[in-house]
Each structure stands twice: as C-alpha cells, then as structure tokens.
C-alpha cells in the first residue's frame, strides 16, 4: 500500500510538525512545516516555512519535495524541487539549496565513495 494506506509507516507521519535550524551555528535562521507524503525510498513532501532573524524576510506557503528515482547502474537520482517560492527570496532560497545539496552529495560521497565506484 501506498503512503495513504498506512502500511508503509508513511500515514503515521503525515501531519507531523518539523522545525529545524538552518544554516551555519550563529545564524538565527529556522524552517518548520508539516509532512504531506512520505513513501519510503521514492517520496518526501513538506510544507517549508522559513525565517531569519532581522532579515525581514521569510518564506510561507511553499512546498519542498524530494523524489528518489533508483537508475539501471547501481545509482539514485534525487530530485528537489520548491514550489511556490517568490522572487524575493529566490535569490536566498536557490543559495540555501546549493548548499545544503552539495552537502548531501559530500556526504553520499564519504558513506559509499566517488560517482562510478561500485
């Protein structure tokens, strides 16, 4: 069954409230929202509420999702996509997702080892 359906543990966790700090220590910056889908290994959709101290800037009403495609070689392909984000924190928003995706990738890179090793 699919995530709605409960028996993959993902309907036991839609709905759940999130909060977690963003960025480096010192930076006065946190996201909350709420789990709208979770299937294990393929989906994870949120809502993403974020906000930075003294920035005036926040963003509200958008959507983060995460897609996990398995490839033919071995590999996954992960997909980020926002939605619902304006162009006045485009700019912030794209910067926060570099980093924290090249982050991930360093991360996958020191658990399993450099693109093409098997």
């Given at each position: 069954m699919?995530?709605?359906?409960?028996?993959?543990?993902?309907?036991?966790?839609?709905?759940v409230r999130v909060q977690v700090p963003l960025g480096p220590e010192g930076l006065d910056a946190v996201a909350t929202g709420r789990i709208l889908e979770l299937v294990?290994?393929?989906?994870?959709?949120?809502?993403?509420?974020?906000?930075?101290?003294?920035?005036?800037?926040?963003?509200?009403?958008?959507?983060?999702?995460?897609?996990?495609?398995?490839?033919?070689?071995?590999?996954?392909?992960?997909?980020?996509?926002?939605?619902?984000?304006?162009?006045?924190v485009y700019g912030d928003t794209d910067a926060g997702w570099g980093y924290y995706t090249s982050q991930l990738a360093r991360y996958c890179r020191e658990m399993v080892g450099p693109a093409g090793d098997a």
């Amino acid at each position: 069954m699919d995530a709605a359906g409960g028996q993959d543990g993902g309907s036991r966790r839609r709905g759940v409230r999130v909060q977690v700090p963003l960025g480096p220590e010192g930076l006065d910056a946190v996201a909350t929202g709420r789990i709208l889908e979770l299937v294990p290994e393929k989906r994870l959709s949120y809502t993403f509420v974020s906000s930075r101290s003294g920035s005036g800037s926040s963003l509200t009403d958008s959507v983060v999702t995460w897609t996990l495609d398995e490839l033919t070689d071995g590999k996954t392909r992960v997909t980020l996509v926002h939605s619902g984000i304006t162009k006045e924190v485009y700019g912030d928003t794209d910067a926060g997702w570099g980093y924290y995706t090249s982050q991930l990738a360093r991360y996958c890179r020191e658990m399993v080892g450099p693109a093409g090793d098997a």
